[in-house]
């Protein structure tokens, strides 16, 4: 075995430069993080262990949006630009929640759920998993993630 760094065949720690794990010989040592003996066996961190916490109820728009106004407008007998003058919001971002091209915001929803007597908006429990991290500043996309339940 020789230095990582210089090829020196009288290595004596094992040091960490810039982020990695070297095996070096004592003149190229000052250049990182005093880790251990080359000779000492490395300790091995458990693994981490996932902290589930309690589900958040959260609110989602159902899926099926368009065909529920759709449905109820034609049952009242209002054509859409009425219904939308009525709710105070443009005819063509109307059009798009009943065509399924856009859905509503959560506020929108609970607008068209009073004028209309339906329901847009369930809730959902989401599960978020919690990571036990260790000394590194560094996140990865799963720290991210909420997972749907």
Not at 7 to 14: L, M
Not at 25 to 31: A, T
Not at 71 to 86: M, P, S, V
């Amino acid at each position: 075995m020789s230095c990582d760094m210089c090829d020196n065949k009288e290595i004596v720690s094992v040091v960490k430069i810039e982020g990695v794990e070297m095996t070096v010989c004592k003149d190229c040592s000052k250049f990182g993080t005093f880790i251990r003996p080359l000779n000492q066996t490395p300790v091995l961190k458990p693994r981490s262990h996932r902290q589930i916490k309690e589900p958040e109820v959260i609110e989602i728009v159902r899926d099926g949006t368009p065909a529920i106004l759709k449905q109820k407008r034609e049952q009242l007998g209002i054509d859409q630009a009425k219904l939308a003058a009525k709710m105070r919001i443009k005819l063509s971002a109307y059009n798009h929640y009943e065509s399924g091209s856009a859905k509503p915001d959560l506020t929108t929803a609970r607008i068209l759920e009073q004028h209309l007597g339906v329901t847009l908006i369930k809730k959902e429990k989401v599960r978020q998993v919690e990571l036990d991290h260790d000394d590194s500043p560094s996140m990865t996309i799963g720290d991210l993630i909420k997972k749907r339940k």
